[in-house]
């Protein structure tokens, strides 16, 4: 580990990744290569460019795949990049990783600051599979230093497929629409039986129980979801707990 992950160093510059290619300052300004292939309003030149963007998609899978495909048994781990290094959900999120660890599985995360930097610091430092899976954003602070295995995707699709792909379940810290967007994104593809043996648990009741509260009483009582989908949930504050609740859908323990 190298000084700037001991004095908890971060660039004074806005940063962003391009690919493989960093760009900061001035040159990180700029739309994102989602943006650009999500626009509507752009004009009609993107027949004549976008099959080339088809060959960066696939290039991304087969970075993603090849980098991924020897890790073994993984859980990612989902929370706020915003969360302080002094918070107890950071402490808690690295108490996750450790236990993980322990428990035979690497550890998958967004590869940023906040919850993702506490969990891949948790299971470096046990000794395990330490994963951080980025993505191109205007403006990030690029794969914390914990990672050891990182990857960064062009694409937000391609990352998420990595992330299921690899993962034998998902443990979600507090955050914000990113780590709603992943939480959602999990219990649609269990409950359509994309996925299989694949727990999803939530740490901080304080934090998801209105969420929660919202599924059961008004999702499930309206019949928006089956009766029984709030059960996909698991709500915790033990880490410990949330490796017997893994171990139980995962290894049937």
Same mark, same amino acid.
């Given at each position: 580990?190298?000084?700037?992950?001991?004095?908890?160093?971060?660039?004074?510059?806005?940063?962003?990744?391009?690919?493989?290619?960093?760009?900061?300052?001035?040159?990180?300004?700029?739309?994102?290569?989602?943006?650009?292939?999500?626009?509507?309003?752009a004009s009609?030149?993107?027949?004549? %460019?976008?099959?080339?963007?088809?060959? &960066?998609?696939?290039?991304? @899978?087969?970075? $993603? #795949? *090849?980098?991924?495909?020897?890790?073994?048994?993984?859980?990612?781990?989902?929370?706020?990049?915003?969360?302080s290094r002094?918070?107890?959900?950071?402490?808690?999120?690295?108490?996750?990783?450790?236990?993980?660890?322990?428990?035979?599985?690497?550890?998958?995360?967004?590869?940023?600051?906040?919850?993702?930097?506490?969990?891949?610091?948790?299971?470096?430092?046990?000794?395990?599979?330490?994963?951080?899976l980025g993505?191109?954003?205007?403006?990030?602070?690029?794969?914390?230093?914990?990672?050891?295995?990182?990857?960064?995707?062009?694409?937000?699709?391609?990352?998420? %497929?990595?992330?299921?792909?690899?993962? &034998?379940?998902?443990?979600? @810290?507090?955050? $914000? #629409? *990113?780590?709603?967007?992943?939480?959602?994104?999990?219990?649609?593809?269990?409950?359509?039986?994309?996925?299989?043996?694949?727990?999803?648990?939530?740490?901080?009741?304080?934090?998801?129980?209105?969420?929660?509260?919202?599924?059961?009483?008004?999702?499930?009582?309206?019949?928006?979801?089956?009766?029984?989908?709030?059960?996909?949930?698991?709500?915790?504050?033990?880490?410990?707990?949330?490796?017997?609740?893994?171990?139980?859908?995962?290894?049937?323990?």
């Open positions: 580990m190298n000084n700037a992950s001991e004095n908890w160093y971060s660039p004074p510059r806005p940063q962003r990744h391009k690919g493989p290619v960093v760009l900061r300052g001035r040159q990180a300004r700029g739309s994102t290569t989602d943006q650009r292939l999500l626009d509507s309003r009609g030149d993107w027949v004549h %460019t976008d099959p080339w963007r088809v060959l &960066r998609i696939q290039a991304e @899978f087969v970075e $993603g #795949f *090849g980098a991924m495909a020897n890790v073994g048994p993984a859980i990612s781990v989902f929370g706020s990049a915003r969360t002094d918070h107890a959900e950071y402490s808690a999120a690295e108490e996750v990783g450790r236990l993980l660890v322990g428990a035979g599985y690497a550890v998958i995360t967004g590869g940023g600051p906040g919850i993702m930097e506490a969990a891949n610091k948790g299971a470096f430092e046990a000794g395990g599979t330490s994963i951080g993505i191109e954003l205007p403006f990030e602070q690029g794969i914390n230093d914990w990672v050891e295995i990182g990857v960064n995707f062009r694409y937000f699709f391609a990352r998420k %497929t990595c992330f299921v792909k690899y993962s &034998r379940g998902f443990v979600v @810290f507090p955050g $914000g #629409f *990113g780590t709603l967007d992943e939480l959602f994104e999990a219990l649609t593809l269990v409950q359509t039986k994309k996925v299989t043996r694949f727990p999803i648990v939530l740490v901080g009741t304080a934090y998801w129980s209105g969420l929660v509260d919202w599924i059961r009483m008004t999702l499930a009582s309206e019949e928006k979801i089956g009766p029984d989908d709030h059960g996909l949930l698991h709500v915790t504050d033990d880490p410990d707990d949330v490796i017997r609740a893994i171990q139980r859908v995962d290894q049937g323990v």
